[in-house]
């Protein structure tokens, strides 16, 4: 932890107080240097963690119409930066946040954007399905549950691959249910980042979308192969709380921790076993 000084918000920019912010496997993968390693961070004395958030707007810069008080939720996009929402304050464009549905508290509200998001621009790579065959692996996570939930809204026939104890999680998202997939899915959606193995499953002439920023798949296969990297979207993700705010999107919370107990939140997201995020409140 260490303290900065106040960042005064600039033209199209808003000063959040944050009052959530979850704790996420890319902050995990951020800390451990996978992405400097990439060649995508450039701070010279600290990475600010933390990508996604809901809080209150305290201050506003020029051009900006949003009241201070407004309650919002948002997504800070890349990597390169020097803070993050894992503080009490963040400078945001106000381009990239949405307001939060009175209904939603600050918690359940924080762990839309990221994950969200990202099946959101999932569902749109894969289009409609038309009844064709989906499979979406790691089904039991956040991001897995969100995109078979906006698929089967898009008209796919979706399967979920996840472990036997998630059977009933995975069943009751309105998908059926695999522990070990055969080959041959019209689409998969790779949510686990099981990466070649799960391309290995596309059947010919299908889609394969993957989570894993860059990655390409080995081999000439005669496959469509996307990969998602995730970017602010105001509007869709207006939506995504809506449906929130509904229950029509599952959006899980397992803990709400002190901020300055963030390193034990981290420590407990990597021993993993836990359904929902830990998130982290000033």
């Known amino acids: 932890m260490v303290d900065v000084p106040v960042r005064e918000p600039g033209p199209g920019q808003v000063l959040v107080a944050i009052e ?4 996420n496997p890319v902050d995990l993968a951020t800390a451990e240097g996978v992405f400097h390693r990439m060649g995508l961070v450039h701070q010279p004395h ?3 963690l933390g990508a996604e958030f809901a809080g209150t707007v305290a201050a506003t810069g020029p051009g900006v119409d949003l009241p201070v008080g407004t309650r919002v939720a948002g997504l800070l996009g890349g990597f390169d930066r020097d803070r993050g929402a894992h ?3 963040v400078v945001a464009s106000a381009a990239d946040l949405a307001v939060v549905p009175g209904e939603l508290d600050p918690a359940t509200a924080s762990v ?3 994950n969200g998001l990202t099946a959101a621009q999932i569902a749109d790579l894969l289009g409609e399905g038309g009844g064709r065959r989906l499979l979406v692996t790691g089904a039991a996570g956040t991001v897995g549950g969100y995109v ?3 698929a089967i809204k898009r008209g796919w026939r979706v399967t979920g691959l996840a472990r036997p104890a998630d059977e009933a999680f995975v069943r009751g998202t309105g998908a059926e249910f695999t522990a070990a997939a055969e080959v041959g899915w019209d689409a998969v959606a790779d949510c686990a980042a099981l990466l070649d193995e799960a391309v290995a499953l596309v059947a010919e002439g299908g889609v394969f979308v993957g989570v894993r920023p860059g990655f390409v798949p080995a081999g000439p296969g005669k496959i469509t192969a996307h990969a998602v990297e ?3 979207d105001p509007a869709t ?4 709380l809506a449906l929130a705010a509904t229950g029509e999107l599952p959006a899980r919370v397992h803990a709400v921790v002190p901020l300055d107990q963030a390193a034990a939140a ?5 021993a993993g076993g836990v359904r929902g995020k830990y998130v982290l409140r000033p």
């Open 230 to 232: 995730v970017h602010p």
């Open 266 to 270: 981290y420590r407990a997201v990597a």
């Open 148 to 150: 078979t939930t906006l």
């Open 20 to 23: 959530a912010a979850p704790v």
């Open 112 to 114: 839309v954007a990221l």
């Open 87 to 89: 503080a009490e304050q």
């Open 237 to 240: 993700l207006t939506h995504l």
């Open 46 to 48: 600290h990475t600010g």
